[in-house]
Nanobody
Framework: QLQFVESGGGLVQPGGSLRLSCAIS????????IGWFRQAPGKVREGISC????????DYVDSVKGRFTTSRDNAKNTVFLQMNNLKFEDTAVYYC???????????????????WGQGIQVTVSS
């Protein structure tokens, strides 16, 4: 059975940093692309980053480019999201998700992801 453990969220001041981790057990991530999504109150879930199965390619939504970095450690079945220079508008619940189909292709479409973490709160506030 697939299990997700997301960690690293919390409260941070603007300009600060957080590192989210998503540890997945129950199968090997070696062949799957992993996405990070977020959902702010009253807003739709937004795809913010994706990393292909090998870790050699990533993709980001414009609003986080240059500030967020996703990486993965397939040996530990864990994916990371390093978030720097956080802004008020980054406040949301963050989710990691496993994309079905080819692990070589990323997508920001939530409909292409079959398995989801439970979500973790990130709050940027002064």
């Amino acid at each position: 059975q697939l299990q997700f453990v997301e960690s690293g969220g919390g409260l941070v001041q603007p300009g600060g940093s957080l590192r989210l981790s998503c540890a997945i057990s129950g199968f090997s991530l070696d062949y799957y692309a992993i996405g990070w999504f977020r959902q702010a109150p009253g807003k739709v879930r937004e795809g913010i980053s994706c990393i292909v199965s090998s870790g050699t390619s990533t993709d980001y939504v414009d609003s986080v480019k240059g500030r967020f970095t996703t990486s993965r450690d397939n040996a530990k079945n864990t994916v990371f999201l390093q978030m720097n220079n956080l802004k008020f508008e980054d406040t949301a619940v963050y989710y990691c998700a496993v994309k079905r189909g080819s692990g070589y292709i990323c997508s920001g479409d939530a409909g292409r992801y079959d398995w989801w973490g439970q979500g973790i709160q990130v709050t940027v506030s002064s």
